[in-house]
């Protein structure tokens, strides 16, 4: 859902995980040339991840280099800490030329394009029965990653860069000091926020980030810290967990985080594209859902707090870079999506121990179009609930409450980051049975939530905005 320019074909793919494709569903655009004809060496090899005109290398900044050789050389050879991937045994060089000039060409383009304008900011819409108003509540922003609501309904929200601000109920924008040191890099930096069941009591609250190891060094992993809230400033700040080992890739942190309604917290940690080494590993924390208490303690009844060598809070694995999480209201099932490499992205329910199974199976293929499995399925691992194709590169998920909405009541919001849109998920006994596309080319859609009063918001990247749904 955002726009700019990259580095490279696969600095992207890594980066920005926009890649993942599953099962129908399919709403999402195709090559442009689907209908028959030659394809280019672009058509070919980036359109199932990328987009027909590229979307997902709009409005970005790279620091490695903007000119066609830069492109060349990320595409044969891959970048360093961001993507392992590779064309150059794939590809042939004119193939990569006339990518990388196909490039430089929409960059062009685009270099003087506004991407949000006020027509979009004030669209109105019908879904349901009811009509729909999509406001600007803030926009300049970077990129803003995650969002709660205090109990006076002031915004809490997150960016990337390492920022925490709180936005009153007036408008008024203050920054919350404290906020961890992270590492930004890549798809690193200050992620998800969330509150303590009993905020009002304790005023805990809870980040996501990337860590940078300690002692210096190029190896980062999501860490979880609990402060408390004092006005504008956090206070008694702490980590109650790490995702150790560290590694010195800049993706696939993962992060993000909601307590249960047995007061404990369930979190994401992606596999830092290390899918042959951390996923299918107990002993290592990253590729799990994992449980622990308000502190960072671990529930005795977690389920492999008794296995020798295990991370006693993992709670389920096989993940990739899981992004969104979400309790069903008023019951205990907690809904999850990842992402998934190019064809693979899921929507799941999270069991106690279960095996999600990458990479061992999957949908999906490398970025390069190689498959690194023939399974979709095996003994012993739960299939999604749902899966995407093309991949939509979901981010963000919410459950609409309350009766601002009521013809969405019980629906699943899902961000797309790769096509710009909301995903309305309509659900029956565990089914998504109906989707439908909403808020088309809006931006990348980095979170979705629920205010206090019930509204639906949505925040968006490079530009960062945030959103709200008003019904008129």
Not at 105 to 123: F, H, R, V, W
Not at 221 to 227: F, H, I, P
Not at 263 to 287: C, H, I, M, W
């Amino acid at each position: 859902m955002r726009l700019f320019f990259p580095i490279a074909l696969l600095s992207l793919v890594a980066l920005f995980v926009a890649c993942s494709d599953r099962k129908v569903n399919n709403n999402a655009g195709m090559s442009t040339a689907a209908a028959g004809g030659a394809k280019t060496p672009f058509e070919e090899h980036c359109v199932s991840c990328h987009g027909p005109t590229a979307e997902t290398f709009l409005q970005r900044q790279w620091k490695d280099g903007n000119s066609r050789l830069d492109f060349m050389r990320a595409m044969r050879e891959g970048v360093a800490g961001v993507s392992k991937h590779s064309f150059k045994d794939k590809l042939s060089d004119n193939q990569i030329f006339e990518i990388a000039d196909y490039l430089i060409k929409i960059q062009e383009k685009q270099k003087d394009k506004i991407i949000l304008d006020e027509a979009l900011t004030s669209n109105r819409f019908s879904s349901e029965g009811m009509r729909l108003r999509l406001d600007t509540v803030l926009r300049g922003l970077e990129s803003p990653w995650g969002m709660v609501f205090l109990p006076n309904n002031d915004l809490i929200f997150t960016e990337k860069g390492g920022t925490i601000w709180r936005l009153d109920t007036k408008g008024r924008k203050t920054e919350i000091k404290g906020a961890p040191q992270v590492s930004s890099d890549g798809q690193g930096g200050l992620l998800d926020v969330e509150l303590h069941p009993r905020f009002s009591e304790n005023k805990l609250i809870y980040f996501t980030y990337s860590k940078i190891k300690p002692g210096g060094g190029n190896e980062f992993t999501t860490a979880v810290l609990r402060a408390r809230l004092e006005g504008d400033q956090l206070a008694d700040a702490r980590d109650i967990f790490v995702a150790e080992p560290y590694a010195s890739t800049r993706h696939h942190y993962g992060s993000r985080m909601e307590f249960g309604p047995d007061g404990l917290l369930y979190f994401s940690v992606g596999e830092r594209g290390k899918e042959n080494v951390f996923p299918q590993d107990l002993k290592t924390a990253p590729g799990k859902i994992h449980r622990i208490a308000d502190d960072g303690s671990i529930p005795k009844d977690n389920p492999f707090l008794n296995t020798p060598g295990a991370v006693p809070s993992v709670w389920s694995y096989g993940h990739r870079n899981p992004q969104g999480l979400a309790f069903q209201p008023g019951s205990s099932t907690l809904w999850e999506h990842e992402h998934g490499p190019r064809g693979g992205d899921e929507l799941n329910i999270i069991q106690k121990a279960a095996n999600y199974g990458w990479p061992v199976v999957s949908y999906g293929t490398h970025y390069d179009g190689r498959s690194f499995t023939d399974k979709t399925k095996s003994e012993g691992i739960l299939e999604p609930i749902n899966y995407w194709v093309p991949s939509i590169a979901p981010c963000g998920m919410a459950f609409v409450t309350g009766d601002r909405y009521p013809g969405w009541k019980g629906n699943l919001m899902v961000g797309s980051l790769r096509f710009r849109y909301l995903n309305r998920c309509v659900l029956e006994n565990n089914k998504v049975v109906k989707q439908e596309l909403l808020l088309k080319n809006i931006g990348r859609v980095r979170c979705v939530a629920i205010s206090r009063d019930g509204y639906l918001y949505v925040s968006v990247e490079e530009p960062g905005y945030i959103f709200k749904l008003a019904v008129e």
